[in-house]
């Protein structure tokens, strides 16, 4: 099999590219059968009764080759490329016609440009103990209440004058109003080996690595994802 390397986008210099921000990433059970329709015949999916390994990745760039923008980008499985197993991205959607030009043409991805809207919320958030549920049966109880933090992201995919809602992520926090840099954890190094291309910009196969250097936070979140058909 051969596999083509990534080339040198004028606009972003030569790799490695350097991006700076938040993200999160959450994995997540594919059926098998609805990941083939993503990944080229040639390669062998990585499963295990009848589900592979995916995901999503959604990123906030502060800092980055094409400046400012958001991404997500939707893992539909692992494929096998012995002697270790590589993602493959099924959806990459970015707010910069930029990013989604070096993704297309550079790097081999499914990039499409869409508009993520972000609404930030403080909500209440009741705490009752068994024994506060006791004394409000009887007229004595008091609930604690505190605020929590509901952050909505709709992404929606624009092309020309159409758009189409992609999906709707939900983070919930109970730590209201925090700073990311008031939270860090332990760093974390990795790398995200994965395959692009075979797409009508880029035919090639590629094939290039995502090294990670993150601080994971402490502050729990609960997370609701929405998919529109």
């Given amino acids: ?23 999160l990433y959450q994995l997540h059970l594919v059926k098998s059968e609805i990941a083939r329709a993503f990944i080229p015949k040639e390669f062998r999916l990585v499963e ?3 589900y592979t390994l995916g995901g999503f990745f959604l990123a906030s760039y502060e800092d980055s080759p094409a400046g400012v923008f958001d991404e997500l980008v939707v ?14 991205a099924a959806r990459v959607l970015v707010n ?16 499409q440009v869409a508009k993520f809207s972000k609404k930030i919320t403080a909500t209440p958030k009741q705490r009752k ?14 609930a604690s ?14 092309n020309g004058p159409s758009e189409t809602d992609i999906c709707n992520i939900k983070l919930t926090t109970s730590v209201p109003g925090v700073k990311f840099d008031e939270w860090k954890g332990p760093a974390i190094r990795m790398s ?9 910009y880029n035919p090639n196969l590629l094939k290039y690595s995502c090294s990670i250097e993150c601080r994971r936070q402490h502050q729990p979140l609960i997370l609701n994802l929405t998919h529109f058909d």
Avoid: Q
């Fill in 1 to 23: 099999m051969e596999i083509a390397r990534t080339k040198c986008s004028l606009g972003y210099g030569k790799p490695p590219w350097i991006f700076k921000g938040r993200a």
């Fill in 75 to 88: 893992i539909a499985g692992i494929v096998w490329n012995p002697p270790t197993s590589c993602a493959w």
């Fill in 145 to 158: 209440s505190s605020m929590k933090d509901c952050i909505d992201v709709l992404v929606t995919e624009t």
């Fill in 129 to 142: 103990s068994k024994f506060n549920g006791f004394l409000d049966t009887i007229g004595f109880g008091t």
């Fill in 96 to 111: 910069s016609g930029d990013a989604c030009d070096h993704g297309r043409k550079d790097v081999g991805l499914p990039s």
């Fill in 48 to 50: 295990a009764f009848g």
């Fill in 192 to 200: 995200l080996p994965s395959f692009s291309g075979r797409t009508e």
